[in-house]
């Protein structure tokens, strides 16, 4: 992002050069140029490939929904334990991804007692519900967590007298591969940035084989139901984006073009007024005055700030050791700092607060960091009482007024 505002601004500089007369009554117009857009300053999510993996292990119980259910026996008989092992990543505080593997194995009665194993593997897109609605909050204690996911599941060592699905001949099948569709919902509990306890529950649609016994309904469904742990590794941590953050960088760019653009028209009439006083009379040498120019840094008068923040910026730090160097070069000259705040957002009073925070932000840097005496700054608040700038978001602004 910032090297392609370092071009545009090369380009900006190149096209006034370009633009600059080479003749000394040619007449120079200069056009202030503004590079910014609508960009809606809220902070973005994102994850690198390194952060917000997690393990998690569980175990709980299974019950099949298949022919004939409950309609003999003891209901006891078809809840089994089941025991939970996956792992996955959340890339965003909203969406995750994880592999999650089941393995125990299910009772059923069509007619007389069955039962097989099972192990069963998925995987399963996650949406933090809590996070999209009310915001992100890596510190929320409790979450729901609706999940979908497709998987594959192998089931073998059947023990049932009335399966009817045949290999090949009269030789009943004794396993079966299947791809079963699942949903479910997680209740996630944080216990720290490291570790949750979560229950949640599962369940995953069938053909009408996966018990090998085909009749009735066409659907079989299996319920799943654990808790367990879930250890987040390293931690809890998404990095944060803030447009804002870049339309600031654009803008100070955007304020350097402008005086460059100023500075060079300048130069361009102090020569055409030059070239107008040549040839030069010749003075007699001893009437010859030599006077030394002592130029110092410009005065760079203004540092701005995101939305809701007083914290200087690396881009807007650049301005703030300017005026450092002005006042080094400068010791008579003493400086008030002037904090505003746009009216957007917060009442009078808040941006009253935050335009002070921001003043003072800026005089700490000059006293703490380039060592200005702070007998030579003061300070002064105007919130959002004084706009200098039609634009709102303009007026999240330190000006220096040189006394």
Not at 46 to 55: G, K, P
Not at 81 to 106: E, I, Q
Not at 357 to 377: C, E, P, W
Request: proline share 4%; charged share 20%.
């Amino acid at each position: 992002m910032k090297k392609t505002v370092m071009m545009i601004a090369v380009i900006a500089i190149g096209s006034v050069i370009a633009a600059v007369p080479a003749k000394a009554q040619e007449t120079i117009v200069v056009e202030e140029t503004t590079i910014f857009g609508e960009i809606d300053c809220q902070d973005r999510y994102y994850s690198t490939w390194r952060d917000n993996w997690f393990i998690q292990m569980g175990a709980g119980i299974n019950v099949p929904f298949v022919e004939n259910y409950l309609t003999t026996g003891d209901p006891n008989y078809q809840i089994t334990a089941t025991y939970n092992l996956g792992f996955g990543k959340w890339m965003s505080p909203y969406l995750g991804w994880r592999m999650t593997m089941y393995y125990g194995s299910m009772h059923w009665d069509n007619g007389a007692y069955s039962k097989a194993k099972m192990a069963n593997a998925n995987f399963d897109i996650m949406w933090d519900m809590f996070n999209s609605t009310a915001g992100a909050n890596p510190k929320r204690v409790f979450s729901i967590i609706p999940f979908v996911g497709v998987g594959g599941t192998f089931t073998w060592d059947f023990d049932a007298p009335y399966s009817n699905i045949y290999k090949s001949g009269e030789e009943l099948k004794q396993n079966a591969w299947l791809l079963p569709v699942s949903a479910g919902l997680q209740l996630r509990f944080r216990l720290c940035s490291y570790a949750d306890f979560f229950l949640e529950g599962r369940a995953s649609l069938y053909g009408d084989n996966f018990n090998l016994c085909a009749y009735g309904n066409p659907i079989d469904v299996d319920i799943t139901a654990i808790g367990g742990f879930s250890f987040n590794i390293g931690g809890s941590n998404f990095k944060t984006y803030n447009p804002c953050n870049d339309l600031t960088y654009i803008r100070s760019l955007n304020n350097r073009i402008n005086t460059l653009r100023n500075d060079l028209a300048a130069t361009a009439t102090a020569l055409a007024a030059a070239e107008a006083q040549l040839p030069c009379p010749e003075v007699e040498e001893e009437e010859v005055i030599i006077e030394q120019i002592v130029e110092t840094s410009p005065l760079m008068s203004t540092v701005r700030f995101a939305i809701n923040s007083a914290h200087i910026s690396p881009e807007e730090m650049i301005n703030v050791y300017n005026v450092a160097e002005y006042l080094k070069a400068n010791p008579d000259v003493n400086v008030e700092i002037v904090g505003y705040a746009d009216k957007a957002t917060g009442t009078a009073d808040y941006n009253k607060t935050l335009s002070h925070q921001r003043a003072q932000s800026v005089h700490d840097a000059l006293t703490k960091t380039y060592g200005i005496a702070a007998n030579r700054l003061s300070l002064r608040a105007e919130g959002s009482a004084t706009q200098p700038y039609d634009v709102n978001d303009w007026n999240r602004i330190v000006i220096f007024v040189a006394e």
